[in-house]
């Protein structure tokens, strides 16, 4: 068993819990590329932070690893250059909202109850 084995193997047994069993038998059987793209949990499935957070170090501890070639074909740069286009088209949809709304705004009109409701929202944040 190499170092990064014996140090998830303690993460996972450390942990607990459904996941780290999951990673760790993932990790058991060599699945090198199943276990570094195991899906992020997702936050409105969790009851409590702490358990979310737990479970979130142990699927997001491999996820920006560069391991050598021969336990995984994980890409670490084209997965960075992914996720960086994919949130900046997620800004690209959020500036377009708020510039509407904006302008919305200028000309006290509203398309939709949901808009004022946004306009309003902001407005308390500010």
């Given amino acids: 068993m190499n170092q990064v084995q014996k140090f998830l193997t303690k993460l996972y047994r450390g942990a607990g819990g459904a996941r780290a069993r999951r990673c760790q038998s993932l990790l058991d059987r060599g699945l090198w ?3 570094t793209k195991e899906p992020s949990p997702d936050p409105r499935k969790y009851r409590y932070a702490n ?12 996820r920006k690893c560069k391991l050598p070639g021969e336990l995984s074909s994980n890409d670490t740069r084209a997965e960075a250059v992914k996720t960086f286009y994919s949130c900046e088209a997620g800004c690209e949809s959020t500036n377009k909202r708020l ?24 407005l308390l944040i500010d």
Wanted: net charge negative.
């Fill in 33 to 35: 590329d199943e276990l």
């Fill in 99 to 122: 510039n509407r709304l904006s302008n919305n705004a200028e000309n006290n009109y509203f398309a939709s109850r949901e808009d004022l409701a946004m306009w309003e929202f902001l």
């Fill in 51 to 62: 358990v979310l957070k737990r479970d979130r170090i142990v699927v997001d501890i491999l």
